[in-house]
């Protein structure tokens, strides 16, 4: 699904470029994510996994809060374009 949405905003000359970087980055997201998440958790000071979980829940809720309200502000934006350019 991630490869669908980046390959249908680049140049088709440039696809298997992004492909390449796509795959590696998600490989890499994989590799540092016990990394990072074990070093959060050791400078907080509570190295237990269940910090780690909960870390990751309130970060997916944070991004899931911007996600509507950034969707909700172009689509308000969206549809006061349209008000203005029909009349």
Known sequence: MINDKVLNDVDP????????????????????????LDSISNLVGLPEIRFQYSFLAVGLIVSFIVMIVVKLISKKSTMKKEVETST
């Open 13 to 36: 000359a440039l696809s298997d470029r992004v492909i390449s970087i796509v795959s590696s980055m998600i490989y890499v997201g994989q590799f540092l994510s016990p990394v990072v």
